[in-house]
């Protein structure tokens, strides 16, 4: 069968299941992991991200190119190694082997393809080929038995399979038997949804964050500049705005300091404060920007101002101090309901939503600020920044506002009937069709009993102080108001949650399942929603988006937990989103944390969402950004360390030499619950000044490297690393050392270690059980 002698592997390598006494501890994981379900089977590829949909037709591996972890470049390479590996058989081999050579192959491009390689966890040893179900093993082995050492050059795999194919198929076993190939296919449960955004038994979308920002006071915004720098810019309520550049590294000053202007307060909830942040649309150019904040005025009299100021000719990544141009102020009747949001619409005006001055119900006149049309509170307005009026005004009033020529009503006015909107954007639209672009979206947080979600029309009364959701809250104006209320599109009860924070519609690259996905949350209650539009019926649907299961975000990096206090939403430059949450709402702690939504389900293919930041020169010196929650990985493996020390004890105590110690016992000097550990001080904390002191979970942990190259990203990580299987051991286009494989001296070296140390404890407790 075989036309032309099999070539040695070249050099030894240690084989996967060389047992060292760290191994033999975390084999008992694993078979944990197996028992108790902590690591269940996942969509993932050996890459350790999620699969994709293929850009271009895959001719080898056709079985995938709906969905898998191949692209048209990965797809050749394999197709090039088959062939190299068929050129050894002759037409016989060719008609029994050829296809289950493609077939093992091809299992790096399946959606299962960490599964099947063993490669989810990893601290777990890596296989060279994947799992195979038995029957499927054992007619493969008994047909191509010689086909083995062109596929892998592990010896452990090469050894018996002259002789021995059970025991060849055993160590291809998976423990979970729905997973092996090619029994994976055939699985209904496991491939109804694949691609889709998965859902519980209750119907919650299963997203993931990673963790992009920590140690902010109340952070309320964040916003790009539109210039190509893909920066952003996180402004906290206490009037600091600090630049982030793409990198995740922060600048060490700020770019805004308005601390000793903007009114605000440490209590618990005060809404006042720095509120509101936008660039123009032609920043790059004018250098010009717009904020919106809480101040007082001549005889301590509250208000809010809307600004103008330029970024410095001297540095790009500082607001010019001294440029500061006030272009509205209103004053505020009392201390809540301050609005706080500014926007650019696609026309190229600015939007300003205000409040309807506080208190509770609108008390202000005979029908509450929000239905007058002579007040500025409880509105959204509309102005042209790019010049003054004649009237004294520091902005124009485009012509087509739809009050301009209503007696007593102010021009300004876009919409009205708005209580208190927090947090409104801009659709940027499908990214291939267009539809909904330029949709605004608020939420508008209600009073004793609903929440709202609205789309922002012109001339729109939103029914407010007549209606609160979909029903009357003053009967009697409720009764009187005309029928042609904008209603929302979504509304809530407060026993889901108190306080909307709205938020956008997905329109970034790298979750393409969420394109179109209105995603919000609310303040109070945490909780994180998505609304999508049935675009024939135009209704909204409501699901909610859980981040409680690790399993499902068992990914490098990625974490499933977050910090309650939801207190905005944001896009970058690039579309992908984000969430602002705090642990503790106030404005003078630093427990405010950055989150970025993921898909575990599904991701772009590779290269497609790839951008390059226009370069920006920075003359602050960059913090770099040091994670403070745990991945769902850690969690999962503190489990599995719980469960494995109450199973094997002295498996375990052995195995580990950071717990071997503890043998010879208890320490005289006792240690804190916080000894040990360095506390971090948010942006903008003094040297020497004390600082918050991350609890039990903020220990801060490495972020993973990113991959280089061809190698794998697990062959970077030091000792605990194990490498991909080698798919082009046998020949390819490959440059230097095979794809996916460790550097040898350094295994080599391991293995040396690890022997001479076994030896050494074998020599002594032998000298110790003859004695």
Known sequence: ???????????????????????IFYLCLTVLWGQVGLLQGHPQCLDYGPPFRPLLHLEFCSDYESFGCCDQRKDHRIAARYWDIMEYFDLKGHELCGGYIKDILCQECSPYAAHLYDAENPQTPLRNLPGLCSDYCSAFHSSCHSAISLLTNDHRLQKPHQKDGAHFCHLLNLPDKDYCFPKVLRSDHLNRNLGVVAEDHRGCLQLCLTEVANGLRNPVSMVHAGDGTHRFFVAEQIGVVWVYLPDRSRLEQPFLDLKSIVLTTPWVGDERGFLGLAFHPKFRRNRKFYIYYSCLGKKRVEKIRISEMKVSRADPNKADPKSERVILEIEEPASNHNGGQLLFGLDGYMYIFTGDGGQTGDPFGKFGNAQNKSSLLGKVLRIDVDGASSGGRRYRIPLDNPFVSEPGAHPAIYAYGIRNMWRCAVDRGDPTTRQGRGRMFCGDVGQNRFEEVDIIVKGGNYGWRAKEGFECYDKKLCHNASLDDVLPIYAYGHAVGKSVTGGYVYRGCESPNLNGLYIFGDFMSGRLMALQEDRRTKKWKKQDICLGSPESCAFPGLISTYSK???????????????????????????????KFVDPSRRAPPGKCKYKPVPVKTKSKRVQFRPLAKTALDLLKEQSLKEAARRFPDRTLASRPDRASSRKGPSKKPISATSGRKTFPGPGAKKGARVWSPGPQGKRRKSPKAPRGRGSPSARRGRAARSLPAPLLSGGPVRGRAWGQPPRHAEAAAAARDLRRRRSWGRRWGLAQRA
């Open 1 to 23: 069968m075989l036309r032309r002698s099999i070539p040695r592997s070249g050099g030894s390598q240690r084989a996967p299941w060389l047992l060292t006494s760290s191994r």
């Open 565 to 595: 206090f939801i207190i905005s939403f944001a896009e970058d430059e690039a579309g992908e989103l984000y969430f602002l949450a705090t642990s503790y709402p106030s404005a003078y702690t630093p427990r405010g944390s950055i989150y």
